[in-house]
C-alpha cells in the first residue's frame, strides 16, 4: 500500500533530481543534491534490475498488445486560480523541469502514452466539479475522469453523475494501488463512485496531521511527544495541557492576541477533526453496506464538547476564524505565524509540510491525537473540500479504454509517483527528523473516511464543524435538530441508488 511505503527505489535514488516542491506558486524552487538530468525511466539498465524496477516493467507489460491509435486521454481537475496550495500536481505535466514530482508525472504519462498509443491532455479550472456537471448534464463527452474534493464528488454522487467504479471491469480496486481505505469506508449499496491511491498525492495534501515547534517544546522541557504517539499515551488533555503551558503574553500588554505566543493554532472547522480521531463517526454502515447514522451516543457526546472547549479556550488556542493582520487573515495568518515560530502546534493538512521547508522553525511531525489512552488506534481524518480523489463521468463513451488507462496509471504511479513524493520528496526533504518520518507511515497508514462527512446528508456534518463557533454550544440539542432530515436524506439517497440498477 502507497501509504506504508518505507522504501526509496534503488533507480530513483540514482536518477531523480531532487530540487524543492513548494506548494504556493509564488514560493522558489531550491535545487538539492543531484542535479544529474532525470533519464528514461523505462530504459533497461545494465546492472541487476531491483525488485521495485521489475515490479514497474511487469506492470508496463501487462500493456503489451493494447494499441488506442494516438487517443487523447482527457482529465479535468483544479487549478491555482484561487488557491494554489489545492492545485492539482499528480495529473499531468509538460514537461521534465528538474521539479521532483513534475518529472515523475512526466516520466510516468510518456511510458503510458509510448506503451497504450494515447496522449495526456488536462483542463485546470478552479472549481472541476461545476465544469463537470455542466458538460454531464448537456450529455457533452468533455472528459474521460475527474478529480475533486470528495464533498463535491460526493454532490455529484447525489446528482447520479458519476460511473460506479465497481462496473468499470479493469479497474482492480482491490490492489494494493489503490487506497483500500476508501475502497471500504466509502462504499455504498456496494457502489464505489471515486477512488484514490498511488494515483494521486493531493488525497495526502488534504490529509490532516498535527506539527509541533520542537524548540519551543524543548525549552518548556515538555515531554517526547514521538514517545508518546508510539506508547499510545498522546490525547486530547496531553496536548491541551501542553498548549497551556507555553502560551504566554510576548509583547507584556496584559492580552494575548497576534503578536503572542500561542499553544495551539486551528480553525473552528477542525473542531470536527478533533471529534473524528476519537474513532467516532457521522455514519457507520450495517450488513448491506447502506449507511447508518451513528453520530450521537454517550461517548461522541463527551467527545464533542471535550473537542468545543479545547478549540474555544482562548487561554491557548488562536482561532484562524478570529484573526487579521495587515494583509493576512484566517488560515494565511495563523499559517505563517507557525513558520515564524510564534506556536507550539497547528492543525492543518499536510500541505503544510512542504510550506514550511522554506521557514526556519524546527518543526516535527504527529498524527491527531486520541480522545483517551483507551483508543487502540490513531485515527486520522481529512479536509472534505480538499482530500482529492479520481470519478468517472456517467457520459464516458467507452469505460473499457477509461478503466484500462486508469488503471495503468495507479499502478505504474505506485513505481513513479509515490516513491517519487513519498519517499524523495516528502520524506527525504521536508521532513527534518527520521522521528517525523515514522510518524507519516502512521498518518497515512490510519486514515479514517466518513460517508456523512463528505455526504452531509440534513447538514450533519456542517453542524458538527460549526460548533466551535458558536458560543454555549451543545451537541446534544444541535444534534436532535437535525437528526430527522439526515436520516430522510440518507433514505432518500438509498433509494436513488436502488432506481440507477
Known amino acids: 500500500m502507497k501509504k506504508s511505503m518505507r522504501y526509496l527505489c534503488a533507480w530513483l535514488c540514482t536518477l531523480l533530481v531532487i530540487p524543492t516542491v513548494m506548494s504556493c506558486a509564488d514560493e522558489p524552487k531550491e535545487n538539492v543534491g543531484d542535479t544529474t538530468p532525470l533519464k528514461d525511466m523505462e530504459t533497461t539498465a545494465a546492472e541487476t534490475v531491483d525488485p521495485e524496477r ?20 482527457r482529465t479535468l481537475d483544479r487549478s491555482d486560480e484561487k488557491d494554489a496550495n489545492w492545485e492539482t500536481l499528480d495529473v499531468y505535466s509538460e514537461a521534465e523541469d528538474g521539479d521532483t514530482i513534475h518529472d515523475a508525472v512526466y516520466q510516468r504519462n510518456r511510458m503510458l502514452e509510448e506503451r497504450l498509443n494515447i496522449k495526456f491532455s488536462e ?22 475522469i475527474f478529480t475533486d474534493g470528495l464533498s463535491f464528488l460526493a454532490t455529484m454522487a447525489v446528482e447520479g453523475y458519476l460511473a460506479d467504479l465497481n462496473t468499470v471491469e479493469p479497474l482492480k480496486l482491490n490492489e494494493v494501488w489503490w487506497d483500500q481505505d476508501m475502497n471500504k469506508d466509502l462504499s455504498i449499496s456496494g457502489k464505489r ?29 515538555l515531554p517526547n511527544i514521538y514517545e508518546m504517539v508510539q506508547n499510545g499515551s498522546w490525547t486530547m488533555d496531553e496536548m491541551w495541557s501542553m498548549a497551556k503551558t507555553v502560551t504566554k503574553d510576548v509583547d507584556g500588554n496584559a492580552k494575548l ?76 495568518f495563523t499559517n505563517e505565524h507557525f513558520g515564524n515560530g510564534n506556536a507550539l502546534f497547528i492543525y492543518g493538512g499536510m500541505w503544510l509540510i512542504t510550506k514550511y521547508r522554506a521557514y526556519d522553525v524546527n518543526f516535527g511531525v504527529v498524527p491527531a491525537p486520541k480522545w483517551d489512552a483507551s483508543q487502540t488506534r490513531y485515527y486520522n481524518t481529512y479536509s ?13 463513451r467507452d469505460l473499457n479504454r477509461t478503466g484500462t488507462i486508469m ?3 495507479a499502478e505504474v504511479s505506485k513505481y513513479t509517483l509515490t516513491p517519487a513524493y513519498y519517499d524523495v520528496a516528502l520524506k527525504g526533504k521536508y521532513i527534518r527528523d527520521e522521528e517525523s518520518a515514522a510518524m507519516l507511515d502512521i498518518i497515512l497508514a490510519q486514515r479514517s473516511y466518513d460517508l456523512g462527512g463528505i455526504f452531509n446528508w440534513g447538514n450533519i456534518h456542517s453542524t458538527i464543524t460549526g460548533m466551535a463557533a458558536r458560543k454555549n454550544a451543545d451537541f446534544a440539542s444541535s444534534y436532535a435538530k437535525i437528526e430527522k432530515s439526515a436520516l430522510k436524506a440518507i433514505e432518500k439517497f438509498i433509494d436513488s441508488l436502488q432506481d440507477l440498477e
Not at 521489475?54 to 486521454?73: H, M, R
Not at 483542463?123 to 474521460?144: E, G, L, Q
Not at 463512485?193 to 522541557?221: E, P, Q
Request: net charge negative; charged share 20%; hydrophobic share 35%.
Open 384 to 396: 472534505g473540500s480538499n482530500c482529492t480523489a479520481y470519478s468517472i463521468p456517467t457520459t464516458s
Open 193 to 221: 463512485f471515486f477512488c484514490t491511491g498511488d494515483i494521486s498525492i493531493m488525497d495526502n495534501y488534504g490529509t490532516w496531521c498535527v506539527m509541533f515547534n520542537k524548540d519551543i517544546a524543548s525549552s518548556y522541557d
Open 257 to 332: 492576541d497576534n503578536t503572542d505566543q500561542w499553544g495551539f493554532l486551528t480553525e473552528s472547522y477542525n473542531v470536527y477533526g478533533l471529534w473524528a480521531s476519537s474513532g467516532e463517526h457521522i455514519t457507520s454502515k450495517d450488513a448491506n453496506d447502506h449507511p447508518l447514522l451513528t453520530a450521537y451516543n454517550e461517548r461522541s457526546i463527551e467527545v464533542m464538547q471535550d473537542a468545543i472547549a479545547f478549540t474555544q479556550d482562548s487561554s491557548c488556542t488562536l482561532l484562524a476564524d478570529t484573526v487579521k493582520e495587515g494583509t493576512l487573515s484566517g488560515c494565511a
Open 407 to 409: 488503471e495503468a496509471m
Open 123 to 144: 483542463t485546470k479550472v478552479f472549481d472541476p466539479y461545476v465544469t463537470a456537471r455542466t458538460a454531464i448534464m448537456s450529455d457533452a463527452d468533455d472528459f474521460d
Open 54 to 73: 521489475a515490479a514497474l516493467d511487469a506492470a508496463l507489460a501487462k500493456l503489451d498488445g493494447i494499441n488506442y491509435n494516438g487517443y487523447e486521454f
